[in-house]
């Protein structure tokens, strides 16, 4: 981008694990957190040469394969349903719904849009307020 003179944005992606204190999740969480701090760094290297680079940090998405997969098999552990465990899940956001794909993706495509250049070195939660960090 720099060689070409193209601006644009640079969009990583995290999960909410680099702010959960979770088990059994210390190699997901240290790699979430290490793009948080790339991103950063990133911003503050490439914002001169008209590149923005924001991180997008979602939260466990039920309708996706791997995250109902995590709640199958967390669920048979506890003794409880999939189902139970995506609704405790979305209880624990400030929202009365739970975050799906298309608001993730709609907040991903505001970020990179001319609407969204006010963010630069941001790390934005798509989390309900769960797990927000200020």
Not at 18 to 40: D, H
Request: charged content about 15%; hydrophobic content about 45%.
């Amino acid at each position: 981008m720099i060689e070409s003179g193209t601006q644009g944005t640079i969009l990583t992606l995290t999960a909410a694990l680099s702010r959960a204190k979770f088990p059994n999740t210390a190699g997901y969480a240290t790699a979430s957190t290490a793009i948080e701090g790339l991103t950063r760094s990133l911003a503050a290297e490439l914002g001169g040469s008209g590149i923005r680079v924001i991180c997008l940090n979602a939260t466990a998405l039920p309708e996706t394969e791997r995250i109902w997969e995590s709640f199958e098999k967390y669920g048979k552990m506890a003794g409880v349903s999939p189902e139970d465990i995506a609704a405790g899940v979305a209880q624990q956001n400030l929202l009365s719904s739970g975050i799906t794909l298309r608001h993730v993706a709609e907040t991903a495509a505001f970020l990179v849009s001319d609407t969204g250049m006010g963010f630069n070195s941001h790390i934005i939660d798509v989390d309900g307020g769960r797990f927000t960090v200020i």
